[in-house]
């Protein structure tokens, strides 16, 4: 006989796929299996007995006899005889107990063959065989999708990505924070021990494996500290896994081909059902028991009507019925399945019923070829779609990167990092990480935090454990904020920085600091936007003092005006944007420090010399070429410090001579070739700054800043140095690099404070040995050519290398 078990490739699919198949899909396999067991039992039968058995009939009885000779003389005269041969006489004996055909074996399977053939219905014979092809047809239809290219890729997928779902530690751990109450938890976790034996007991906790959490179909309860114990590989897996799913979702809700391929399978059942049905109902009263054979070989057999027996008539008669009863409840359930598949809309799958249970809120609901698996899954067990919705939720996969955050930045490690800024402030920077580590909030002697380039950060309420926090800086990172936490940084933030790209990312909640007193922002605004809101109002920032803007503002935003009253620093750091409309500086009556940087200024704004309380003022990288505006600047008596470097300044005006409050000047990368005797006439100034010009000469005046400390005029054009340079006794810094000199000239010895001097890049021969008298130079604050230095004294090149 033929074995089942060779017709199961067919049918044979992996066993993973079985999530895949719907209760009808297993009933109607179940169906083929029995039809296809009616098919092989009749095939076989087929091969292994005869088919049909056929006798001769008679022609027409020339008359009746009721004895023996007769009727033997009757059969003699329809048959034709050899002729009789001699025999030994012996008493005759006639004992006959049917028709004698003389027909030997050959001719009766000739006969049974042909009347086989021609006689009997093609339905009773071929019944089996197309029942054996019907039922293939049938499981090579509800498997055809495991097996076509373009599906099986995606069911294969699914069912790798959806069964690591399922057994992923991190999704028990997800759903065990969300499962409800503790008392609740501890009812069902007892519950779940009586209904299961599958749970295990270990030195952690209870764990549940994969089969228990079948039986569980409300909520998963695990054990807390089992859930916590998430190693580092599990932590990986599981954010690989979330990155899987989103590549697999974006790749499988373009199409719907397993949708398609899935309706078109059943329609094609549901027509073979009716195609079967139909002729097997016609055809079924076919099968006889007697058939009537009349077939024209008489001629060979000597006979041309026969009397048939099909043997496996009753057999075929009573399988045919049973066949049609199992095809038409498998046609009924194929009826089932197409009205599922329309009545339902399964190109659309909603998780609702998972975010009430779960808690999770964001679980999207998906669509496509996606949706449909989703709903085949339910099918099979619905606790396989909530397992897998945890990996779809962006608040699961942030809490995953948050432990996996944890245990890789300890509070061991973090404290390595921490160092001391500008601001003199302990400061912990934190760049391109996948979060904010928790374990930040464990180093309470943090002063500032820097963020940078990390995406969606979310400052918890545990910030408040930082008592020391003074300092955030956020460099192109997207943060949210707990309310407690706000509440702590209102009250305990005085510094913040913020570096964007767009508008949007700037922090809403920066607005209420109401202790701020220092907000640097950095990024770039476009015209339309600077034009109508480039800032929120600052107003309730009441303490804030400074304010640093490095964008490309065309003016001075509103929202700046609002906090000029209290305002006692301003930067615009414009990057090459002009900045026009200044006449709101005129508000800003409590302003020390000013600076307009790379703002394309031509000329001084005029509404700086309102400015009664200006102290410094730095116009760098600006486009000024005349400064006569200068004269203006004697009205701003606390002016000490002014900034006109990195410009196109041809000439220094005297009128500079009225500025006799300033401390610190600097016109340095400018174009200035002449420097008027009337500057050094502001004898109050210590930082002079000259280098990068065309300056060619230094007038003796100079020995009138008797406070002067620093002196540069480094790449400029200068020959010789005016000995009254060497009045100014408490010059600490001399830098005179990279001119035309070729003297230094002794007099530098009565420069007993000097500790830094440049004077490489001249031509210079020799050094003077007076360089020794300058005791608080050494070896470290001298810029000089190691060939120029050895030309001092070994005395003097011995005291400058001692510390």
């Given at each position: 006989m033929i074995p089942v078990t060779e017709f199961r490739q067919f049918s044979e699919q992996q066993p993973a796929f079985r999530v895949l198949k719907p209760w009808w899909d297993v009933f109607t396999d179940y169906l083929s299996v029995a039809m296809l067991m009616i098919g092989v039992f009749g095939c076989t039968l087929q091969v292994m007995q005869d088919k049909i058995i056929c006798l001769p009939k008679r022609v027409q009885p020339a008359q009746n006899h009721s004895s023996l000779s007769n009727v033997s003389q009757a059969v003699a005269s329809t048959t034709p005889l050899p002729p009789p041969k001699p025999s030994p006489a012996k008493p005759i004996t006639v004992e006959m107990k049917g028709l004698k055909t003389d027909l030997d074996l050959q001719q009766y399977s000739f006969i049974n063959q042909m009347c086989y053939e021609r006689a009997l219905h093609w339905y009773a014979k071929y019944f089996p065989y197309l029942v054996l092809i019907h039922t293939l047809v049938f499981m090579l239809c509800s498997n055809f999708w495991f097996k076509f290219p373009g599906s099986s890729s995606k069911i294969e997928h699914f069912i790798s990505i959806l069964g690591k779902c399922f057994d992923s530690p991190w999704t028990t751990r997800a759903l065990s924070e969300v499962s409800g109450e503790d008392s609740e938890e501890k009812d069902n976790r007892k519950n779940n021990m009586n209904r299961s034996n599958t749970t295990q007991s270990g030195p952690e906790g209870s764990l549940v494996n994969s089969q228990s959490l079948k039986s569980i179909p409300e909520k998963f309860v695990v054990d807390k500290s089992t859930a916590g114990a998430l190693d580092k590989k599990e932590g990986e897996q599981a954010k690989a896994l979330f990155e899987k799913v989103k590549k697999f979702r974006l790749h499988v809700e373009e199409g719907d081909i397993l949708?398609?391929?899935?309706?078109?399978?059943?329609?094609?059942?549901?027509?073979?059902?009716?195609?079967?049905?139909?002729?097997?109902?016609?055809?079924?009263?076919?099968?006889?028991?007697?058939?009537?054979?009349?077939?024209?070989?008489?001629?060979?057999?000597?006979?041309?009507?026969?009397?048939?027996?099909?043997?496996?008539?009753?057999?075929?008669?009573?399988?045919?019925?049973?066949?049609?009863?199992?095809?038409?409840?498998?046609?009924?359930?194929?009826?089932?399945?197409?009205?599922?598949?329309?009545?339902?809309?399964?190109?659309?799958?909603?998780?609702?019923?998972?975010?009430?249970?779960?808690?999770?809120?964001?679980?999207?609901?998906?669509?496509?070829?996606?949706?449909?698996?989703?709903?085949?899954?339910?099918?099979?067990?619905?606790?396989?779609?909530?397992?897998?919705?945890?990996?779809?939720?962006?608040v699961s996969e942030n809490k995953l990167k948050q432990l996996n955050l944890n245990n890789e930045w300890t509070p061991d490690k973090l404290r390595q990092k921490l160092q001391t800024n500008a601001h003199n402030r302990l400061e912990l920077p934190l760049i391109m990480l996948s979060g904010l580590p928790d374990t930040v909030f464990e180093i309470t002697e943090l002063q500032s935090l820097k963020l940078e380039i990390i995406k969606n950060v979310m400052i918890p309420a545990t910030i408040a454990q930082l008592d020391n926090l003074q300092e955030l800086s956020l460099h192109q990172c997207s943060v949210k904020i707990h309310?407690?936490?706000?509440?702590?940084?209102?009250?305990?933030?005085?510094?913040?920085?913020?570096?964007?790209?767009?508008m949007r990312e700037l922090p809403p909640w920066m607005y209420g600091l109401r202790n701020l007193e220092e907000l640097y922002l950095v990024g770039s605004l476009s015209h339309d936007i600077s034009r109508n809101v480039t800032l929120e109002s600052l107003r309730d920032l009441k303490s804030l003092k400074i304010l640093s803007i490095k964008s490309n503002v065309s003016k001075i935003p509103q929202a700046v005006v609002d906090v000029s009253s209290h305002l006692?620093?301003?930067?615009?750091?414009?990057?090459?944007?002009?900045?026009?409309?200044?006449?709101?500086?005129?508000?800003?009556?409590?302003?020390?420090?000013?600076?307009?940087?790379?703002?394309?200024?031509?000329?001084?704004?005029?509404?700086?010399?309102?400015?009664?309380?200006?102290?410094?003022?730095?116009?760098?990288?600006?486009?000024?070429?005349?400064?006569?505006?200068?004269?203006?600047?004697?009205?701003?008596?606390?002016?000490?410090?002014?900034?006109?470097?990195?410009?196109?300044?041809?000439?220094?005006?005297?009128?500079?001579?009225?500025?006799?409050?300033?401390?610190r000047l600097?016109?340095?990368?400018?174009?200035?070739?002449?420097?008027?005797?009337?500057?050094?006439?502001?004898?109050?100034?210590?930082?002079?700054?000259?280098?990068?010009?065309?300056?060619?000469?230094?007038?003796?005046?100079?020995?009138?800043?008797?406070?002067?400390?620093?002196?540069?005029?480094?790449?400029?054009?200068?020959?010789?140095?005016?000995?009254?340079?060497?009045?100014?006794?408490?010059?600490?810094?001399?830098?005179i690099g990279k001119n035309s000199l070729s003297v230094l000239s002794p007099k530098i010895g009565n420069l007993l404070f000097l500790s830094y001097l440049d004077v490489k890049g001249n031509h210079f021969e020799i050094l003077p040995p007076e360089l020794g008298d300058c005791r608080a130079l050494k070896r470290a604050g001298l810029v000089v050519e190691d060939a120029l230095f050895e030309t001092l004294p070994s005395d003097v090149r011995e005291q400058m290398k001692t510390e």
């Open positions: 949708y398609a391929m899935y309706v078109r399978q059943t329609v094609l059942k549901v027509i073979k059902f009716l195609i079967i049905i139909a002729y097997n109902s016609a055809l079924v009263s076919k099968v006889q028991f007697t058939v009537d054979c009349n077939v024209d070989i008489q001629d060979m057999t000597g006979y041309k009507n026969f009397s048939c027996n099909h043997t496996m008539a009753h057999l075929f008669s009573k399988l045919s019925f049973c066949y049609l009863c199992f095809v038409s409840i498998y046609g009924l359930t194929c009826l089932y399945t197409l009205y599922w598949l329309f009545y339902r809309s399964l190109r659309e799958y909603s998780f609702e019923y998972v975010r009430q249970e779960t808690g999770i809120d964001d679980i999207p609901d998906v669509k496509n070829d996606f949706a449909f698996m989703l709903h085949m899954i339910d099918q099979y067990d619905p606790l396989y779609s909530k397992r897998f919705a945890v990996f779809l939720s962006e309310s407690a936490a706000l509440s702590f940084l209102k009250e305990n933030l005085k510094v913040l920085s913020v570096k964007f790209d767009d006692q620093k301003m930067c615009i750091h414009n990057d090459g944007t002009k900045l026009v409309m200044l006449n709101n500086l005129k508000k800003m009556t409590n302003l020390t420090e000013l600076e307009l940087v790379h703002c394309d200024l031509e000329r001084i704004p005029h509404a700086v010399f309102s400015l009664l309380s200006l102290q410094e003022l730095d116009l760098k990288e600006n486009n000024l070429k005349s400064i006569e505006e200068i004269v203006s600047f004697q009205h701003l008596r606390k002016l000490t410090v002014l900034k006109l470097w990195h410009n196109s300044i041809t000439y220094i005006p005297e009128h500079i001579k009225k500025l006799t409050s300033l401390e600097s016109f340095s990368h400018n174009k200035i070739e002449v420097l008027p005797s009337h500057l050094f006439l502001c004898n109050k100034i210590r930082y002079l700054d000259l280098s990068y010009n065309d300056i060619r000469f230094i007038p003796p005046e100079i020995g009138v800043l008797q406070s002067l400390q620093y002196f540069s005029i480094t790449c400029n054009k200068v020959e010789s140095l005016p000995d009254e340079l060497y009045f100014c006794k408490k010059l600490k810094t001399l830098k």
